[in-house]
């Protein structure tokens, strides 16, 4: 089976940076997605990633180790809009995707 | 735009009574559609995986008497909650997948507000 964890809130101010981290027990995946999904929502997609290593998207990172079981999203310059949850989602080759648990993010003023 | 459909929207429906919920894949052909349910503030949970022209495939827990889906052509797929309950009431969403196992190529539907009084 696979299991996946995501801290279940957080908290960050505007203009600050925020990790938000993705762990996760799996035989085997092609590759781990993060959503951002404001609540009542559909997810948006922000990013994959197939290989170790950091990928970069305007204010929005991320990175995985598939040695460490280990992904995080890194989100920068916080503004109040990006206050959502985050979900990451490991990608079983196309057939269909595992949800973690989701991170509720709230940025203050 | 949206590249995925789903409607209603919003549904309000008496308990004992069935409602269908319809996903469009808008301008490509979706061999694959997705089930998911999320109750308020938890992730999105698989219901069932639906490919064109076959039966759907049930997560476990999931009863596919009640949850029927019907994937009859490649842009559309329905769910179908039968004899509705208040424990159904839920946010219901679809994405589809062109089947070419790209990062680019899921998509999710808007979401389908379902509660059942």
């Known amino acids: 089976g696979q299991n996946i964890d995501q801290p279940t809130e957080m908290t960050a101010t505007e203009g600050a940076i925020v990790q938000i981290n993705c762990t996760y027990q799996t035989s085997g995946f092609n590759g781990l997605f993060w959503y951002q999904q404001h609540a009542g929502e559909a997810p948006t997609f922000l990013s994959y990633n197939v290989l170790d290593g950091l990928e970069e998207k305007g204010r929005f990172s991320s990175f995985l180790s598939r040695s460490k079981g280990y992904s995080y999203l890194l989100l920068k310059e916080l503004q109040m809009k990006d206050s959502a949850s985050y979900l990451c989602a490991l990608d079983n080759y196309g057939q269909n995707f595992v949800f973690g648990p989701g991170t509720r993010l709230s940025v203050l003023p | 735009g949206a590249v995925v459909s789903q409607h209603p929207s919003r549904v309000i429906c008496k308990s004992g009574t069935s409602v269908k919920i319809e996903c469009r894949s808008l301008?490509?052909?979706?061999?694959?559609m997705f089930w998911y349910r999320q109750f308020p503030k938890q992730s999105l949970m698989l219901m069932a995986t639906?490919?064109?022209?076959?039966?759907?495939?049930?997560e476990q827990g999931v009863e596919k008497d009640k949850f029927l889906i019907n994937h009859a052509s490649l842009t559309l797929s329905t769910l179908t909650v039968t004899s509705a309950h208040p424990e159904d009431s839920s946010f219901y969403i679809c994405s589809a997948s062109d089947g070419t196992r790209s990062s680019n190529t899921i998509y999710f539907g808007e979401g389908s507000w379902l509660t059942v009084v």
């Open positions: 639906s490919n064109e022209g076959s039966k759907a495939t049930y």
């Open positions: 301008d490509f052909q979706a061999t694959t």
